[in-house]
């Protein structure tokens, strides 16, 4: 996408425009310098500011996945929840099979290349997590229980247990899950797709 550009007398006027222009406080606009003249005795003094908010950050992620949708040949509708940041994406569609694959690899691929392309536009790390017809949901749920029950198989051996690979997103429900069980803790370890959650008996850590 083409970010927006203003100039003013100072990067204050830039900034006002850019605000007015996009409908956010001067707080919320993120901008680079793109040149500044500094005129004849101070007269004609400009500052040329290029600019984009959040709501670029979610028009560029909604365009981007429609056009992945029309290339592919898919139907798909897409809504975006800002979350202080973090973009929560939710996709409905009749091809979910497509998109999520076998034990959700497709979905993680393509959240993984959503992500890279918003922050390789926008050159800065951009948080995208994207659902497609409530799978993500299911899922935390399904792994959630799962590692209740190994987390009580631990408590009552007494012996620690690693579970199998899987996305950050589901590492950190099943910690928020454990967080509060007593002499239970979770730890990630591993690299890349390799990198897993162990459950650790902890005697001592009462509930939080």
């Known amino acids: 996408m083409v970010f927006d550009r203003f100039i003013g007398k100072t990067l204050e006027d830039a900034l006002t425009m850019a605000s007015r222009s996009k409908g ?7 901008y680079t310098i793109l040149e ?10 400009t500052v040329e500011i290029e600019v984009y908010c959040e709501k670029d950050v979610e028009k560029f992620i909604s365009q981007y996945i429609q056009q992945y949708f029309d290339n592919a040949n898919l139907d798909g509708e897409v809504k975006i929840e800002n979350d202080n940041g973090f973009y929560k994406v939710t996709v409905n569609t009749s091809n979910n099979a497509i998109l999520i694959g076998k ?11 959503v992500k890279a ?5 926008f050159k800065k790390r951009v948080g995208v997590l994207i659902d497609v017809n409530g799978y993500k949901e299911d899922r935390y749920e399904k792994v959630t229980k799962m590692a209740i029950r190994v987390a009580k198989d631990v408590r009552r051996t007494k012996v620690d ?4 690979p899987m996305p950050a997103d589901e590492r950190k429900a099943i910690h928020n899950a454990l967080s509060s069980m007593y002499n239970i803790t979770t730890k990630s370890e591993g690299e890349g797709e390799g990198r897993r959650l162990r459950i650790l008996y902890t005697p001592g850590k009462d509930n939080e």
């Open 24 to 30: 956010v406080s001067v707080d919320e606009l993120n």
């Open 36 to 45: 500044e003249k500094s005129g004849f005795l101070g007269i004609g003094k």
């Open 103 to 113: 034990n959700g690899k497709s979905l993680q691929s393509f959240n993984q290349l």
């Open 117 to 121: 392309a918003a922050s390789a536009e």
């Open 161 to 164: 247990a690693t579970l199998d």
